[in-house]
Structure formats: C-alpha cells, structure tokens
C-alpha cells in the first residue's frame, strides 16, 4: 500500500470515530491536505486550473472555520497518480469529510459553521472531481 493510501485510510478510518475533536481535527488535516494536493495538480497538463483552485480555495475557507487540531501530527501523503483516476480518492476524502461533519451536532453558531465546513466540502470535492476530466 502506498504511503498516500495509508495515509487516506487513517483520516477515514478517523472520520468515522465518536469522539468529535477526533473527527474535527481529522477534517482539518483532510481540509489542509486536499489544499496542497490541488496547489500540486492546479498547473499540470490536462488539469483545469479554475476547478483545482476553486477545490483549494474552498478547503482553505473550510479548514478556516475548523478548530486548529489539539493532537496528532499532520498526515504525510505523496502526489496522487496521473489521471482522473488519481484525484478519486481525495474527492471520496472530502465527500466523506463532509457527511463526518453534517454528522456532528453542536450548539446552534457550532451547527451553523459545521454546516458551512460541509457544504464547502461537497463544492471542493464537486471542483476537484472536474480537475481532470476530459
């Protein structure tokens, strides 16, 4: 298994833990790592460069309203492989990030910004899933 697998496989298997710091501080690093993948892929051939940026600027903005993580360190991941193909595991990340974070219930200013971290999760994963199509 690659170190960018493993690496995917922690933060999902993490998505799914009862304790909410844990999963609010996994969809940050989710959020902080998708945002470098696409600054890698926004200027390669074939990608389109509007859709990598607007994935990156709506995990920046999401990881924004997010508590900075208490624990762990950053996950390490490498560049994903060429081809649509490659990018599928990081939409299916943010996909899975955003129904973690619709999952979480909070007072009501917390449901509100956890609901905004959701939607921008689904519209970043939408824009890198068209990164490279065609």
């Known amino acids: 298994m690659s170190m960018s697998a493993c690496a995917l496989e922690q933060l999902e298997d993490r998505l799914g833990s009862e304790d909410a710091a844990v999963v609010l501080a996994t969809a940050w690093d989710a959020f902080r790592m998708t945002t470098e993948v696409c600054d890698r892929i926004t200027f390669e051939e ?25 624990t762990g360190r950053p996950v390490t991941f490498l560049p994903p492989t060429p081809g649509t193909a490659g990018l599928v595991p990081y939409v299916r990340l943010l996909e899975h990030v955003g129904g973690a974070l619709s999952g979480l219930r909070g007072d009501e200013a917390g449901a509100h910004v956890l609901a905004r971290a959701a939607e921008l999760a689904s519209g970043a994963a939408e824009a890198l899933a068209s990164v490279r199509e065609g």
Do not use: F, N, T, Y
């Open 46 to 70: 074939g990608s389109d460069e509007l859709q990598a940026m607007v994935a990156a600027q709506k995990c920046a903005e999401a990881r924004g309203l997010l508590p900075l993580p208490e």
